[in-house]
């Protein structure tokens, strides 16, 4: 999902690998695929944060920290970077040996605990003050399969953290033919499916966001992704 079912576009700044074509769901397992992916070329991601996550947890208390399909390790880098104990999952063994190496030349990699787990299967024991879920989507994950990790997310979460979930929510301005017929949640699809009990959570944050950025040509485009983030009761 994106790797650890990994990311189809997760780090917003690789628009290419993003938009190739994928098998159907079933074709393949989330390991095989991820793997061939992340062995197809050295370096796949930018290493910068995704800025969803940048925007919602920048200046917060820093404390544990859980990064769904951590992929080359970005976001965690950056998450220890601000204080965080981050344990960091990914179903790709490639990527998360990339991940390791990068957090060590960053200074960062003993806040940082690298974990293989297919989320479709398993997850870390928490709890964790942030768990963080950037742009969770996988060509080849089972429908409702996204959904499902999603709320079981939702128990690693410590009373009082928050879980916050950036989804993409169109196809960027310059794909005029779909390589695919994909569903892109809306914002009200993404929290319903939380299915969050009365009176535990708080939807702080529930937003679609337009952004400027450059097409593989280098043109002017933009691109539609959401967030959310949810807080459980203290």
Not at 136 to 155: Q, T, Y
């Amino acid at each position: 999902m994106t790797s650890a079912n990994q990311r189809d576009g997760r780090d917003q700044h690789n628009h290419e690998d993003s938009q190739r074509w994928r098998p159907s769901p079933g074709e393949q397992s989330a390991e095989r695929f991820w793997e061939d992916f992340y062995q197809e070329k050295d370096s796949v991601w930018s290493g910068k944060p995704n800025p969803l996550l940048v925007r919602e947890v920048e200046g917060v208390t820093p404390g544990t920290a859980l990064d769904l399909g951590c992929g080359e390790g970005g976001d965690a880098i950056w998450l220890a970077r601000q204080g965080w104990r981050v344990t960091a999952v990914d179903v790709s063994a490639t990527a998360l040996r990339r991940a390791e190496g990068h957090a060590a030349e960053a200074g960062v990699g003993d806040r940082i605990t690298w974990q293989r787990h297919d989320l479709a299967r398993s997850l870390p024991e928490g709890p964790f003050d942030l768990v963080s879920a950037q742009f969770l989507h996988s060509p080849v994950a089972e429908e409702g399969e996204r959904e499902d990790i999603l709320r079981r997310a939702l128990d690693s979460v410590a009373p009082g953290g928050v879980l916050v979930i950036g989804s993409h929510a169109a196809w960027p301005s310059w794909v005029d033919s779909p390589p695919q017929d994909v569903h892109f949640p809306t914002v009200e699809e993404v929290v319903g499916a939380l299915r969050l009990p009365e009176g535990q959570w708080a939807v702080e944050v529930a937003e679609t966001i337009e952004s400027e950025l450059t097409d593989p040509e280098g043109r002017p485009g933009r691109r539609h992704d959401s967030v959310v983030r949810v807080r459980r009761a203290g």
